[in-house]
């Protein structure tokens, strides 16, 4: 139920109620500084009771992020409506694929305005095959109820609309997910000045690149002994992708790369890093890993594909390497280590200095205001069009209005 002070609710929805905490926390808390209630929408995990001593409700989905039979789809489908039907939110927002396409249609069922944000076409993409024919087809019913489609890079964008899946004048860019410049700030770290780290962190999926990291990491210990490769991230997730827990003990038992595990604050591992990589083929949106590393005045090595080069000036802020070539990688990681302290200090700075300019989290955020209050504005005029302005209690303020940096 509203609260009667309330703008309205604004239901988050996300395939883990971990990614809701960790990469949507500063939009959530904008929205509730702003006086909108926030409902997050996800499978529970252990996470849920973070969103809580947010003050955040938080209402459990049935979602099966691995699975593409269709019975459990459905289900997962018919748990989106049931939630989103009782919820009742002014404006619905959707992150990561499976929850963009059934979040989107179970709004279009009940007529709920939603915004998507596609962060990545994923591997749906990459696969090909009837796959990529039924999700290209899932996305052209899902895609035409938001009102904004929010993508994060140029190239998905394109590949959509160019599909005609996409509205064009629905589609915006936004600079990935941003990242929080304050929290990711270059920090001392003291360490062997003996060692070198190359640190890949992130969901540990072939096709993030990780089986590339390990056969790069064995070519370049033989060349320089002194190098050490860190894994950062969970492993066994929901995902046909996933490298498994045992793979990656064989792998640091061998000596070729250290499992670090998982954790809830990486910045004291970037701190610890002296380049970070991910040799992603993913399709990605834009890589949080990297944004965040380079924030932290990191060095970066990451593949020439789709929103990971949106990340990297070439030789400026760090490299790019071939998608899937092992060899390329390791040619690049050599180079990184043979760069002087101080060049890798300015490559550090150069992309401390590219995040501050395009990715700051507060562009981000600035975007969601404006779209939901445009949404908002979109209501208001239809209600009073229906001559019942009572039936969808909304509250508008010029103040709001005339303070939103993006309004025409």
């Not at 409506?81 to 179970?106: D, E, H, M, Q």
């Not at 998608?323 to 390791?330: H, T």
């Amino acid at each position: 139920m509203r609260h009667p002070a309330s703008k309205g609710i604004v239901c988050v929805a996300a395939n883990t109620t971990w990614y809701v905490y960790n990469f949507r926390r500063r939009l959530i808390a904008e929205l509730v500084e702003q006086g909108y209630e926030v409902v997050a929408l996800s499978p529970a995990d252990r996470y849920v009771q973070f969103l809580q001593k947010l003050g955040i409700r938080h209402v459990d989905l049935s979602l099966d992020n691995g699975s593409t039979n269709p019975f459990r789809e459905a289900a997962s489908l018919l748990s989106m409506f049931v939630a989103l039907r009782k919820a009742k939110p002014t404006v619905l927002l959707t992150y990561t694929p499976k929850i963009n396409i059934y979040g989107s249609i179970a709004a279009r069922m009940l007529g709920v305005p939603a915004i998507a944000n596609l962060s990545g076409l994923g591997r749906a993409f990459v696969a090909g095959g009837w796959l990529k024919f039924v999700t290209k087809r899932l996305y052209g019913v899902a895609l035409k109820q938001p009102s904004v489609i929010f993508f994060q890079n140029e190239e998905d964008r394109k590949v959509l609309v160019g599909a005609g899946l996409v509205d064009p004048a629905r589609a915006k860019r936004l600079p990935g997910s941003g990242v929080d410049l304050e929290r990711f700030r270059p920090v001392a770290c003291s360490r062997d000045t003996g060692q070198f780290v190359f640190l890949l962190a992130g969901r540990l999926l072939w096709d993030k690149g990780v089986g590339e990291f390990v056969d790069a990491a064995r070519a370049v210990k033989e060349q320089f002994p002194q190098a050490e490769f860190r894994l950062l991230g969970f492993v066994d997730v929901q995902n046909p992708s996933a490298v498994s827990r045992a793979q990656v003990d064989q792998w640091d038992a061998g000596g070729v790369v250290r499992y670090l595990g998982a954790t809830d604050d990486v910045r004291p591992h970037y701190a610890a890093a002296d380049c970070v990589v991910l040799p992603s083929y993913y399709r990605e949106g834009v890589p949080r890993t990297l944004l965040e590393a380079a924030s932290m005045g990191i060095p970066i090595i990451t593949t020439d594909s789709a929103g990971c080069r949106d990340t990297v000036e070439d030789g400026v802020t760090g490299f790019l390497v071939r998608p899937r070539d092992p060899i390329d990688l390791a040619s690049k990681m050599g180079k990184m280590l043979c760069l002087t302290q101080d060049d890798r200090r300015l490559m550090g700075e150069r992309g401390r200095s590219k995040m501050c300019r395009e990715f700051d989290e507060r562009i981000v955020i600035e975007h969601y205001l404006s779209a939901i209050s445009e949404i908002r504005r979109d209501a208001k005029v239809m209600r009073h069009r229906r001559g019942n302005p009572n039936a969808y209690p909304i509250e508008t303020s010029k103040t709001v209005e005339s303070s939103d940096p993006w309004k025409e």
